[in-house]
């Protein structure tokens, strides 16, 4: 079956503007998790959605990030007024449910640079 | 705050050559581990995974990792690499326990990049 897809794969843009990152969970997957990646760094986590409840956003890095998830399906991560030190690989994963057994299921990034 | 640290960056080795990458996390009440695999050009994928039970853990592509909680660690192996094993690879941890924990996000390491040489 189809995996989780984001859109776009690239994205390069000039400091100050907003960017939107789109991912599309795996099919029937309640969880969603954002995660960003910084030159030769490990995953950080940003913000994760599970089901109706209020989102976890206690690794937003600043109230220039948000996300929304509509319809319990596609979530959209907004950066505004971007930073040169926000270009990274922007992941997005889905699992089944949130418990600790679940595994997440990545997407293939959206690398963004910022000039 | 739990964190992650993999002690390697860069490792290059031979094919046919075993492999060890070492994963120490630090939290001091009780884990959930992985390793994940990212190779060149595709999609960050689950290698294997400990909840609980046997600390041996088995994964996919021959490769096992060994939870050893008194050392906080739980290092990667494969006894025989093959060229199409050059990936980076990344050790993570949850600590949330029960489907209505609040989240089961992963605490990352900063990745290992494995070169294997045919």
């Known amino acids: 079956g189809a995996g989780v897809s984001q859109s776009p794969s690239n994205k390069v843009t000039e400091k100050g503007k907003d960017v939107e990152l789109r991912c599309d969970p795996i099919s029937g997957h309640t969880a969603l998790y954002w995660y960003r990646q910084r030159l030769g760094q490990g995953l950080e986590f940003l913000i994760y959605f599970q089901g109706n409840s209020a989102p976890d956003k206690s690794g937003l890095p600043s109230d220039r990030f948000s996300a929304e998830r509509t319809g319990g399906s596609v979530s959209t991560l907004t950066i505004q007024r971007t930073q040169q030190e926000d270009s990274a690989v922007y992941l997005c994963?889905?699992?089944?449910?949130?418990?600790?057994?679940?595994?997440?299921?990545f997407g293939p990034g959206t690398r963004l640079t910022v000039l | 705050a739990q964190s992650v640290s993999q002690h390697n960056h860069h490792v290059i080795l031979s094919e046919a050559a075993s492999l060890e990458l070492g994963c120490n996390y630090s939290?001091?009440?009780?884990?959930?581990l992985f390793w994940y695999v990212q190779y060149p050009g595709q999609h960050l994928q689950l290698l294997l995974k400990y909840f609980s039970g046997d600390p041996l853990v088995k994964g996919i592509k021959g490769f096992e990792a060994e939870f050893i909680k008194s050392k906080f660690s739980f290092n990667l192996r494969k006894p025989s690499v093959q060229w199409s094993d050059t990936a980076e690879y990344f050790c993570?941890?949850?600590?949330?326990?029960?489907?209505?924990?609040?989240?089961?996000?992963?605490?990352f390491g900063g990745g290992t990049r494995v070169l294997v040489k045919p």
């Open positions: 993570a941890v949850t600590t949330s326990r029960g489907i209505k924990a609040a989240g089961n996000k992963l605490t």
């Open positions: 939290y001091g009440g009780t884990v959930n």
């Open positions: 994963a889905s699992s089944l449910v949130s418990g600790f057994t679940d595994t997440q299921y």
